[in-house]
């Protein structure tokens, strides 16, 4: 038997620790930039925002983003309606970066393709689409929910310059964008506008840029520099305008009287008002008006409220109203004008050295100089036609020596101003004066007593005649052949009475004839040059 040999012990071998793949490393590595993705977005995550629009035109959930100087702040996550249905309520989600611009006053808009003011701005979202621009506000006090402006703001914060307000009467062709001048240099633009609340007026918001909102003190007067200026005047015909772009788009311009260039620049937000051209801004302050009525005999068709009370050249005051009136105890109608003067634009003469000037004492020393000249020199106001053109009547003051004195009462409210008949209505009355003394000419009582007074120099003649040395004979006939051709031409139908009493009727028409310019000039005064135009039944 074959010894079998023998096993040698067996020992115990260790267990083999477990050995990580290297294919392993990819998803773990993975999930780790992952996480730390997940994780940075959970902590830039900055708030939510809602933002209320008119409409939501051009927005898109997930795609649209919110800007502030072309970066990326947020995205638009949701976009629904109010629960009234009268707005469009945006839910935006924005950077964690982007929380300190989220204040009370921040503005934001969408940005869209827009011309204002001659500029054409959002062209770039033709193709990237539209995004919700961002203007950042100046308050310390963080915000939620916005209301989005429905047109992007034409200023931004952080540009160099002020803001002021300027209120005006009406809009005109002024719109939001419109450049602001400054001796036909542009220096700003209009922000915005809005009506006042009494509806009496309009309210505009401008900025002028940096350095040249300096060139604004506090008398600077600003005017509505749109479209063309035309004037004719004395001087001929001349055309003004600030620049082609505030033809098509208007525009406002400012200057200062070169005496107040030393008062400073005007603080922020200072309110001005908006005049109707420069002529009306830069002539002198009105100061307190005193109101007149004036009582016009004649035909008021061309005068109208705003029309110059003219002395000699001068523009002193302004016609504030018409109207009519009926007097019943003298069963007459009266058409007062009632009109402004403002004393402070007659200076005070001060001989050197004299007492300086003093706005409220000057006034009330120039009215009583005018109620003086009144009473003593014949100071008394006319119609007469500024425009031949359009038939524009105004008031000029001046002085009438062969004016009737009156007697003015200063405590009268108002004071009655007294008037004097205009040039053309003095001709028509002279004209019918004339006429009047003609038609009561006894042409032909005249013409019997020359007849009755040559048939006695007759009988004289032939007294003489007989009488007289018959060397006298021959100056008897030449005198008797006189008077017989005196006679003869003296006639009834004689040809010379004839030409006289056709001379008359000639005379006599052309008075009716003038009479008839005279109306037709009143009621049109434009017909010297355009014609008489048909009137209507």
């Known amino acids: 038997m074959t010894e079998i040999p023998e096993l040698p012990p067996a020992t115990v071998a260790p267990r083999h620790r477990y050995r990580l793949q290297l294919i392993w490393l990819v998803p773990a590595i993975a999930v780790l930039i992952g996480g730390w993705l997940a994780l940075r977005a959970v902590?830039?995550?900055?708030?939510?925002v809602t933002i209320s629009f008119a409409t939501a035109e051009g927005l898109e959930s997930g795609k649209t983003r919110i800007r502030y100087k072309d970066v990326d702040i947020g995205m638009v996550k949701e976009i629904s309606l109010s629960p009234d249905r009268s707005r469009v309520l945006v839910t935006a989600q924005f950077l964690k970066r982007a929380e300190p611009l989220l204040v009370a006053d921040t503005r934001f808009w969408v940005v869209r393709p827009r011309f204002a003011g001659g500029q054409l701005t959002g062209i770039g979202t033709l193709l990237s689409g539209a995004h919700i621009g961002v203007d950042v506000g100046k308050s310390s006090d963080s915000a939620r929910e916005f209301v989005g402006e429905e047109v992007a703001p034409i200023v931004t914060a952080g540009l160099p310059g002020r803001q002021y307000s300027i209120h005006a009467p009406d809009l005109g062709s002024i719109d939001i964008g419109s450049p602001v001048f400054y001796r036909r240099l542009k220096v700003g633009e209009v922000e915005a506008y809005s009506l006042?609340?009494?509806?009496?007026?309009?309210?505009?918001?401008?900025?002028?840029?940096?350095?040249?909102?300096k060139y604004v003190t506090p008398t600077t007067r600003f005017w509505n520099a749109s479209g063309i200026d035309v004037t004719l005047d004395s001087s001929g015909l001349r055309v003004q305008t600030q620049s082609a772009m505030a033809i098509l788009v208007g525009g406002v311009a400012f200057e200062t009287l070169p005496g107040d260039a030393n008062l400073g620049q005007a603080p922020a937000d200072s309110t001005f008002t908006l005049h109707r051209d420069r002529a009306e801004a830069m002539k002198a302050p009105d100061g307190q008006m005193q109101v007149y009525v004036m009582n016009f005999k004649e035909s008021l068709r061309g005068l109208s409220p705003g029309a110059p009370v003219d002395f000699r050249g001068v523009v002193v005051g302004e016609v504030l109203s018409l109207g009519v009136e009926y007097e019943p105890e003298r069963e007459w109608f009266h058409f007062p004008v009632y009109v402004a003067i403002y004393p402070e634009r007659i200076a005070m003469r001060r001989p050197p050295g004299g007492a300086p000037a003093n706005a409220g004492t000057d006034a009330l020393r120039v009215?009583?100089?005018?109620?003086?000249?009144?009473?003593?020199r014949g100071f008394r106001a006319q119609l007469r036609t500024g425009?031949?053109?359009?038939?524009?009547?105004?008031?000029?003051?001046?002085?009438?020596?062969?004016?009737?004195?009156?007697?003015?009462?200063?405590a009268t409210v108002p004071p009655e101003f007294p008037t004097v008949y205009a040039s053309l209505e003095d001709l028509q009355a002279s004209l019918g004066r004339i006429l009047k003394n003609l038609e009561q000419v006894p042409f032909a009582a005249v013409a019997d007593d020359a007849r009755q007074t040559l048939q006695g120099l007759d009988k004289l003649a032939r007294r003489l005649e007989s009488e007289v040395a018959p060397e006298a004979q021959a100056a008897l006939a030449g005198l008797r052949l006189t008077l017989g051709n005196m006679e003869r031409t003296l006639a009834a139908d004689s040809p010379v009475l004839s030409d006289v009493r056709d001379a008359a009727r000639e005379i006599a028409r052309a008075a009716q004839a003038l009479r008839s310019l005279a109306d037709t000039l009143d009621r049109q005064p434009e017909a010297l040059l355009k014609g008489k135009r048909e009137e209507l039944p």
């Open 196 to 213: 006042d609340k009494d509806g009496r007026g309009v309210s505009l918001k401008v900025f002028i840029s940096a350095p040249y909102d």
């Open 387 to 410: 425009n031949l053109l359009t038939g524009q009547l105004y008031v000029a003051l001046d002085f009438f020596k062969d004016a009737k004195k009156v007697a003015l009462n200063p």
């Open 43 to 48: 902590m830039e995550r900055g708030p939510t």
């Open 367 to 376: 009215k009583k100089g005018l109620l003086k000249a009144i009473v003593e």
